[in-house]
């Protein structure tokens, strides 16, 4: 369960005999704590740390989650289905994870809401090779392209092909997992692959040393939500200050790593140094994913606020194209802005 790196619990200046006075429950009842009084909160990625998650990874080494009186533990996720899981049930208490996804364990039961949206614009796309002649969605016919089930540009590619009146079954896929999906794309064994424009397409570019033409899903007029954060109803409950604190320390490592990406890039491989992520990457990651944090509905609106429109318009999608039944999850399951620092228009929190 837990991430192949970055194990370690990041408390800086937190000695060793510190360290070892730490414990795993409070007496009666209350949060854990750390020598110095701080609150220990698990908080788990969907994957592996990427550009995307920078301000988290940055926030915990450089002490901002630190100072706000909380002590975090990061690690790495397997996917976002898993973390979903794994902050239902408590062995987290936070989550990264994909929104598509939560829509879809919220209709088998998990009890996690969004509590703030990261990735907000819809990132899934295509990319080709620019000597491919793939330019458009109906160049897509008679082509290949590698397929990983339960991946969010897969999952809703259906929703793209039905709106650009393609017919996916004139398109050859081959099943794969999401590194050989890019492998076999980058030694053109598949005409085109699915990816995400904040993580996928700057990584590609690194790999083939070129500029792919990109075919992004909300030119189509996909509008589905990507990314954010994730608790479980037991810990918004139980501990609603400390998630407040910890979405306050969130907005301030955003604007650390907006104001000095450099260093917040720097602060990253400290935490991860085994990390494979090339840091021209890294940078360029968070950057696109920063640029897709507002949709027109939150235009406007401080970091991390989400709108209804936009959650509807995921819960919609993912009822046609994800196997959820149609009115079986609403907006106020799935969302909640009011532990943001704010204000935003919508609270998202109630059943209307």
């Known amino acids: 369960m837990h991430g192949k790196r970055g194990r370690r619990a990041v408390v800086a200046a937190l000695g060793v005999a510190a360290l070892v006075a730490l414990t795993g429950c409070g007496a009666g009842g209350e949060p854990p704590t750390d020598a110095q009084g701080r609150e220990t ?143 076999l794309f980058v030694a053109r064994q598949t005409d085109f692959t699915f990816g995400l424009l904040n993580t996928s397409g700057p990584n590609i570019e690194a790999k083939c040393k070129c500029k792919p033409v990109v075919l992004p899903y909300r030119d189509a007029g996909i509008s589905m939500l990507s990314s954010g954060i994730v608790a479980g109803t037991d810990f918004v409950e139980e501990r609603p200050e400390t998630l407040k604190r910890f979405l306050a320390a969130l907005v301030e490592a955003v604007n650390h790593t907006n104001a000095d990406t450099p260093a917040a890039v720097d602060a990253f491989y400290r935490f991860a140094p085994t990390s494979k992520v090339p840091r ?61 620092p704010g204000p935003c228009r919508d609270d998202l929190g109630t059943r209307s």
């Open 41 to 183: 909160v698990k908080v788990r990625t969907d994957i592996y740390y990427s550009g995307a998650v920078l301000p988290l990874v940055a926030g915990v080494e450089t002490g901002i989650f630190e100072r706000h009186g909380l002590r975090v533990e990061l690690n790495e996720g397997k996917d976002s289905g898993t973390t979903i899981q794994t902050v239902g049930n408590g062995s987290d208490d936070i989550g990264y994870v994909d929104a598509g996804s939560l829509v879809q364990s919220t209709a088998q039961g998990v009890d996690v809401k969004m509590v703030a949206g990261m990735v907000q614009q819809s990132p899934l796309a295509l990319y080709a090779f620019a000597d491919s002649g793939i330019r458009s969605p109906q160049d897509l016919v008679g082509r290949t392209a590698g397929f990983t089930p339960g991946s969010a540009a897969e999952r809703i590619f259906p929703a793209y092909a039905n709106a650009t009146g393609i017919d996916e079954k004139t398109i050859r896929f081959r099943n794969v997992d999401i590194p050989t999906r890019t492998e």
């Open 280 to 340: 021209p990457v890294l940078a360029e990651q968070w950057r696109i994913s920063n640029g897709l944090q507002r949709t027109p509905a939150n235009s406007g609106q401080p970091f991390g606020c989400m709108a209804a429109q936009d959650w509807a318009s995921t819960i919609a999608l993912t009822e046609q194209y994800g196997g959820v039944d149609k009115g079986r999850v609403a907006v106020a399951d799935v969302a909640d802005n009011r532990f943001l």
